[in-house]
């Protein structure tokens, strides 16, 4: 009763722009019926849960959507209620595919904030640009969150239409979880994603939640509703649900964590953060960010005293830009970036 209580609320709650991403002039419709779904075994219940939410998922979106101007050509095929591709008028120079980006917004992000990123990659380099968006369910019960990383690395793999594509991850607070989980497939099931692993060329991290439950709890709050007065019950509500869950969230969570400071993936990764984040502890994020040096990542840090969770761009539009393009240099991906106004 407490799950369908929490993720109801969460689902009344939630903002509605960032269920919806802007969509420009022409459209097309996709399907994600070909995705592996998870392996593993459960009980029917479950199953027939997450098939629901499965379900919920690739249903075609209906409703109108805003319409933002990513630039002249700019195309996008909706493969689900939640997962978009977005196509530049031509990809970069070169017979070689160009990367693609595969971009994990925070929970809730407005369609025109997403359109900052987007134009970095569409705009700048002419890149395609993957969105997964995700859904507090994915979060509360991660069993959904393992089926979704799932279905997203099956899109990815190779002999499908982006399966030739070198990889770049640009992961936002909770996006970086749903990553969390992809890697947690990657390493449960590395015969059945090792071409993925291996196209995955860079990774980029922007307001990772780090802490403990309380923290996520907080997030889960921050994330659901705007309302002070809401926000402290959320919280205390989402602790309860750890602890009478923890077999089935916890435990996950856990798995989640060891994967994040001990990655299968040895790229290169960039990471913006700032030492006022509620949701970040800066401890915390200096302890991951060793463990990845020891490890033998290299990593970039651009980092800021103030700022706000998934905000940077915003509030520091040429550090964060500069940080990026330097990053993405010493990738050699692809051509130089054109600058984009943002």
Known sequence: MLVKLLLGASTRLQPKPGLLLLLPSRVSTGSLSGMPLAEGQADPKEDTEKEKE???EERPVSCPEPSLDLGPGVSVTRLS????????PSDSSGCSPAPLVLLLPWFGAPPRAVAKYLSLYLSGRRWPVLVAESRVGHFLWPRWGLDYAGRLLGLLREGGPLGEHPLLVHAFSIGGYVFAQMMVRLQDAPQDHQGVKQRIRGLVYDSLVAGDLEDMARGV???TTASPTLQPLLRRGTLLYFRLFSRCTVSYFQAALEVFHRPPLHCPALVFFCHNDPLSDPRVMGQLLDSWRAAGIAVRVQEWPVSRH???LRLYPQDYSRALDAFLRDLDLGPPAVRAKL
Not at 81 to 88: I, S
């Open 54 to 56: 499965a379900a919920e």
């Open 221 to 223: 709050s921050q994330m």
């Open 310 to 312: 998934a905000g940077h």
């Open 81 to 88: 209620a939640t997962v978009r591709l977005y196509r530049p």
